[in-house]
């Protein structure tokens, strides 16, 4: 193109800037009476005619002052910045007009009849954009400008009111409630062209999905996995539609929960007849992908929570037959191939499949837990025999004969459980070190839950104090005896003195309250100075503690180990025996009728103790301070000759009980002060 010359811009520019502000005022015109007084009109085609023609002058126009040449005068360059702001006034009016123009066009082609859903989004997207571009800050302060805001709202929300009412015709979500049930209806129509038309559309407005996943997972999928349901799935009776209904017990029992199976199947059914709904828009996009990540995680979740974790077995042969982790892989695999992925969340229940037998191990160990908790809660007055030759109760050589004793018939069965699980341990080494601990779990609790459990009996009554006593023994030889299986664990070396320990504590403090109940007892025992003769207080107090003593032996002689109860049994009369001997020995003063009294008591003694032991000799063995009983009944009934020879200037037999000055002692309180009294003392060194 030719310059063009300083005379011809001077034309030009004027002429351009009249026929914009025309057109500017057209527009304005067309504008006010569309979008202001609401006034219909016809000029939209020659406006448009007219723009086209008004932007290819512009541009020529704005091409040519761009290429003068100002070497004329300084005149000349005043004159075409003059010109050129102008030119540029012009333009930015020229440009608010064409864009208010361009809008209303886009409106005006909402309305042919050939439009579908898509096309009308891509319109009003269109529209949008324009809106969004505010390129001159006069724009949001024309009220004309508000009103094409306005207009585009209100078409847009008519679009999406219709997208919602053709989709919730095309896909029909119903349900009833009942008084005792509920009804749930999906139909889905095949018309395929107009859902897909529908679904797209409502994919590209980002529409919020959420509604219809709840209703799938709160009506459809919740009650399916936890409840027994009817199911109706009907795709080919109708050429239409297609039909998923389901009905259930709002309430049911725990026992009436569906297998893991038929939960799966069921699901399964139901995604096969949703996917008439499920559009494919791209390669990488459809609408079972958009209700994925809505609803995946939560409906695998709920799966797994509700279903899968209540079917894992808890035994080793029901997880041997148990093809759950193959089915939940089948499952997953069928997810992903209707499409129903999220990205994700994928992986959730092919990681849960895989975790099974760790989870079935878990659980299998916490049923063998409860089920030992069972038996340790059982009545434990049932006893059982457990004879000598069977199980060793005490340290030694194994060759050392041990009596039998009794344990409950709990503890027997808690035996018989331990050995069952030690079994399962060796038999499946994957899951060894867990039964292993459980084991160790086992037997921490009985030291625990046992005692609680039986606390008043085991204080009050002896026998449970001693059947507690032999049941610890009992488990302790049991982890003796499974040493080389259990070896490698040290925390059974301290768990088996931790059993054995327990045991005896709680046998200790039966020994200790009886300790207590004797020296109760003993208090009626009384010898003071003022006393003359012995009365029925004293025989009240013997005859009790014998008594005690015929009790005991009564509970505990079958019950203990022989020599358990030999030393528990005569640790008690020896501290008995002592404490008579104290009291006696500690009078000034005895009388012939008190000694008499003292005599008869000690003779009551020696008839009933030894009875006590399965052989009565035994207890001068037994008993430490027996001999000394005997001795002191013998200086009761002496006389000081008697008592002079017994003693044998330090070698005669009271010199293995007594001192001299014990001896000294009682013939002070026995004999009155006399000559012989005097000789006898003196030979007492």
Not at 46 to 67: G, H, M, Y
């Amino acid at each position: 193109m030719e310059p063009t010359t300083f005379e011809n811009v001077s034309f030009n520019v004027p002429e351009v800037l009249s026929r914009i502000r025309k057109h500017q005022e057209e527009v304005r015109v067309f504008i006010n009476a569309k979008y202001m007084d609401f006034v219909s009109t016809n000029t939209n085609r020659t406006l448009l005619d007219n723009l086209k023609t008004l932007e290819s002058e512009i541009k020529d126009l704005v091409a040519c002052t761009s290429q003068l040449s100002v070497d004329k005068s300084s005149g000349a360059w005043n004159d075409l910045r003059h010109f050129q702001r102008d030119l540029e006034e012009g333009i930015r009016g020229y440009k608010i007009a064409r864009k208010l123009h361009s809008i209303d066009d886009l409106f005006e082609s909402l309305k042919l009849s050939s439009n579908g859903y898509e096309k009308t989004a891509h319109i009003l997207n269109k529209i949008k954009t324009i809106l969004d571009e505010v390129d001159d800050p006069i724009l949001p302060d024309l009220y004309c400008f508000q009103s094409l805001i306005l207009r585009y709202d209100t078409e847009y929300e008519a679009l999406i009111n219709a997208l919602n009412a053709k989709f919730d015709e095309l896909v029909q979500l119903q349900q009833r409630s009942f008084q005792n049930t509920k009804s749930v209806t999906i139909h889905i129509q095949k018309d395929e062209n107009l859902l897909y038309q529908v679904v797209v559309t409502l994919l590209k407005t980002e529409h919020n999905f959420q509604p219809i996943c709840r209703f799938l997972l709160d009506n459809v999928f919740a009650p399916v996995i936890v409840k027994p349901v009817s199911l109706i799935c009907d795709e080919k009776s109708n050429e239409q539609s297609v039909l998923i209904q389901l009905s259930y017990q709002l309430t049911v029992s725990e026992e009436l929960r569906p297998g893991y199976k038929t939960v799966l199947s069921n699901i399964m059914e139901i995604f096969y007849n949703l996917s008439n709904m499920n559009i494919v828009v791209s390669e990488d996009e459809c609408f079972f992908k958009v209700l994925a990540k809505e609803m995946k995680k939560e409906l695998c979740t709920m799966l797994i929570e509700q279903c899968l974790e209540r079917e894992i077995p808890g035994t080793i042969e029901g997880m041997k037959e148990s093809p759950m982790v193959k089915d939940v892989c089948e499952f997953n695999t069928f997810l992903q191939t209707t499409n129903f992925i999220d990205g994700d969340h994928d992986l959730l229940l092919e990681e849960y499949a895989n975790s099974i037998e760790t989870i079935h191990q878990k659980k299998l160990c916490d049923n063998v837990l409860d089920t030992a908790l069972e038996i340790m809660k059982r009545e434990s007055h049932e006893m059982v025999l457990i004879e000598d030759h069977d199980y060793q109760f005490v340290g030694g050589s194994t060759s050392t004969p041990l009596s039998s004793c009794m344990v409950t018939r709990a503890v027997v069965d808690l035996k018989k459980f331990l050995d069952k699980v030690l079994a399962e341990a060796i038999a499946h080494g994957d899951a060894a070190d867990r039964f292993i601990k459980t084991i160790a779990t086992i037997l921490e609790r009985f030291m625990v839950d046992v005692p609680m459990a039986n606390e008043k009996l085991l204080f009050k009554i002896p026998q449970q104090s001693a059947l507690f006593r032999n049941d610890c023994t009992y488990l302790n030889y049991w982890l003796q005896k499974n040493d080389d299986k259990l070896k490698d664990h040290c925390s059974f070396a301290r768990i088996s003195e931790a059993i054995t320990a327990c045991g005896e504590d709680i046998f200790q403090q039966q020994l200790n309250n009886q300790r207590t109940q004797m020296m109760q007892a003993l208090n009626g025992f009384k010898l003071s100075i003022n006393l003359i003769e012995l009365g029925t207080e004293q025989q009240r107090a013997i005859r009790q503690c014998i008594r005690q003593f015929e009790l005991l032996k009564n509970v505990w002689q079958t019950v203990l180990p022989d020599s358990v109860y030999k030393q528990s049994l005569s640790g008690l009369i020896d501290q008995f025996v002592r404490e008579i001997m104290k009291r006696v020995q500690s009078l000034e003063d005895i009388t012939t009728a008190i000694g008499n009294g003292l005599v008869q008591l000690i003779d009551i003694m020696t008839e009933t103790l030894p009875t006590l032991f399965k052989e009565p000799a035994e207890i001068h063995q037994l008993v430490k301070q027996w001999t000394k009983l005997l001795q002191l009944r013998q200086i009761l009934c002496g006389s000081l000759v008697e008592i002079t020879e017994l003693w044998a200037e330090g070698k005669g037999p009271l010199t293995m009980c007594f001192s001299s000055e014990e001896i000294k002692h009682l013939v002070r309180a026995l004999f009155q002060n006399t000559k012989q009294r005097q000789t006898c003392i003196a030979s007492i060194v």
